[in-house]
């Protein structure tokens, strides 16, 4: 039996509406046009400053552009959607390349940590997983985006 989920719901619906624009300014590790389903993208801005951005799991210490990664590495789809999602929205930020690679990196660790949705982890789980991370300052910005969107209940202040 599925169970009913708004914070679930909110994610579906804004990753939805963020798979419906194109993905402009990313490329695949084949310099090709990007999709939702690559594990490592690049992405380009306006100023040809390019970021490397990686969805993968930890089943790779330290993944680069070239890692030859497999269905293992992937994220699971829902957490990949997510992860990509909030990339798209810290991308459009105006700030330099490594604060936003730094934001992304801790969210994709977080995730990958938590190994579920945090929209049906408990505030226990969720407190133990930031506690396990060595780097968790950047975090913070991904517990706000995701009260901000309505994914995650505003109650649940780890």
Known sequence: MSQINRYIDNQRAYVAKKKAQPLIGFTNAQ???ASWE??????TDSDNRAQNIFFCNLNRKRPKVGT???DKDRLA???HDL???YTLDILKENISIDPKRNKITAARLFLCHLNENIATATLERIQST???MTCKTN???FINWLHQHKMLAKSCQP
């Open 130 to 132: 930031i506690n396990l």
């Open 31 to 33: 310099g090709e046009q």
């Open 68 to 70: 030859r990664f497999t």
């Open 139 to 141: 975090l913070t910005f």
């Open 77 to 79: 789809p829902e957490t």
């Open 38 to 43: 690559d594990i490592a993208v690049k992405f």
């Open 83 to 85: 992860l990509f999602t």
